[in-house]
C-alpha cells in the first residue's frame, strides 16, 4: 500500500522561508514521479513542482527562482524548499506520487504537473504566510 506523509507547514511571515516534506512509502522501485500541488481556499488545486527518480524537475512559473524541489532516493522523500513567500503562498500542500506520470518526449522525459495523472496523495500540510 502506498502512502504518503506530508510534513513541515506552519505559519511564517512574507519574506520567509519553509522546507516541507514528503515521505513515501510502499512503491517497489523508486521509478515513480512526486509532484506538490496545493490548493488556497475558493480555488482550484494548482501544480507547484515535481521530480522524477534521477532528480530532473519541472516546476511552474509563479515559484521559479523561489522554489525547489529536491529528492533523496534513500531516505524515499521530496523535499520543496520556499523561499521568499507570499501571502499568495499560503494553501494547503499536498504531495502525489505515480510512476506512470511521466510525459516523454524523444530526447527528455518530464513529471506531470497535472493532478488527474496522480493516484497517489498525501493528507496535506498548511502553510500560512501572513503580512
Known amino acids: 500500500q502506498v502512502q504518503l506523509v506530508e510534513s513541515g507547514g506552519g505559519s511564517v511571515n512574507s519574506g520567509g522561508s519553509m522546507k516541507l516534506a514528503c515521505k513515501v512509502s510502499?512503491?517497489?522501485?523508486?521509478?515513480?514521479?512526486v509532484a506538490w500541488f496545493r490548493q488556497a481556499p475558493g480555488k482550484e488545486r494548482e501544480g507547484v513542482a515535481a521530480?522524477?527518480?534521477?532528480?530532473?524537475?519541472s516546476d511552474t512559473e509563479f515559484v521559479a527562482g523561489r522554489f525547489s524541489i529536491s529528492r533523496d532516493n534513500d531516505e524515499n522523500t521530496v523535499y520543496l524548499s520556499m523561499d521568499k513567500l507570499e501571502v499568495e503562498d499560503t494553501a494547503m500542500y499536498y504531495c502525489?506520487?505515480?510512476?506512470?506520470?511521466?510525459?516523454?518526449?524523444?530526447?527528455?522525459?518530464?513529471?506531470?504537473?497535472?493532478?488527474?495523472?496522480?493516484?497517489?496523495w498525501g493528507q496535506g500540510t498548511q502553510v500560512t504566510v501572513s503580512s
Open positions: 521530480i522524477d527518480k534521477d532528480g530532473f524537475a
Open positions: 502525489a506520487a505515480d510512476p506512470g506520470a511521466s510525459y516523454c518526449s524523444k530526447t527528455l522525459c518530464f513529471c506531470s504537473l497535472v493532478s488527474k495523472d496522480y493516484t497517489n
Open positions: 510502499g512503491f517497489v522501485s523508486n521509478d515513480y514521479c
